[in-house]
């Protein structure tokens, strides 16, 4: 079946600029995840979705980061102000039951 | 929180013998140990894990084994292949709602 799809592949702004990042989770899969991953490093968690309940924004590194999901559907991760600090990979993924998670390909955001 | 160590950076083995990828996790309540593979520019694969219930799970030519006592896992990967080069990640979790905590990945190289 189809995998975890993100939008765009690839994103390239100026600094300053607000960009929209876009994950479709598997279907049926109830949880949603955001990481960000830095050139040669690991993973980092951003935020978590699960159904209707309210996610814990905690992990977002600014206030210039937020997410949005509707129901068990797309996600969309929003970054205003970009600066470079925020060039990364932003990865997206979807779990069916506690824990087992299926990464999407990610959105390569570059800012200049 | 949860912070996730892992050794080697860097690993180079011969095609054929064995790898082994070794974790450190502080978080004694964590119950879950995934690992991923992801080839460069590729998503993160989920090629095993393994619940704080269960001491060693086996999948092929890969395992992974865990000490609760020692906060320790390990990744063990037999008869090595060409296409098993990849960067490997740990991860643990107590909640979903924690997202993963990773380790900053292990580069294994298979010398032909």
């Known amino acids: 079946g189809a995998g975890v799809s993100q939008s765009p592949s690839n994103k390239v702004t100026e600094k300053g600029k607000d960009v929209e990042l876009r994950c479709d989770p598997i279907s049926g899969h109830t949880a949603l995840y955001w990481y960000r991953q830095r050139l040669g490093q690991g993973l980092e968690f951003l935020i978590y979705f699960q159904g209707n309940s309210a996610p814990d924004k905690s992990g977002l590194p600014s206030d210039r980061f937020s997410a949005e999901r509707t129901g068990e559907s797309v996600s969309t991760l929003t970054i205003q102000r970009t600066q470079q600090e925020d060039s990364a990979v932003y990865l997206c993924a979807s779990s069916p039951i506690f824990h087992e998670q299926y990464f999407g390909p990610g959105t390569r955001l570059t800012v200049t | 929180g949860e912070n996730v160590e892992q050794h080697p950076s860097t690993l180079s083995v011969q095609e054929g013998d064995s790898a082994v990828i070794k974790c450190t996790y502080s978080d004694s309540a964590s119950n879950y140990f995934p690992w991923y593979k992801q080839e460069l520019g590729k998503r993160p694969q989920l090629i095993i894990d393994i619940r704080s219930n269960v001491g060693e799970k086996k999948d092929q030519r890969i395992a992974v084994t865990l000490n609760k006592t020692a906060k320790h896992f390990s990744l063990h990967i037999t008869e090595t292949q060409p296409e098993d080069s990849a960067v490997y990640f740990c991860?643990?979790?107590?909640?979903?709602?924690?997202?993963?905590?990773f380790g900053k990945g292990t580069h294994l190289i298979i010398q032909p």
């Open positions: 991860a643990a979790t107590l909640r979903a709602g924690d997202g993963l905590t």
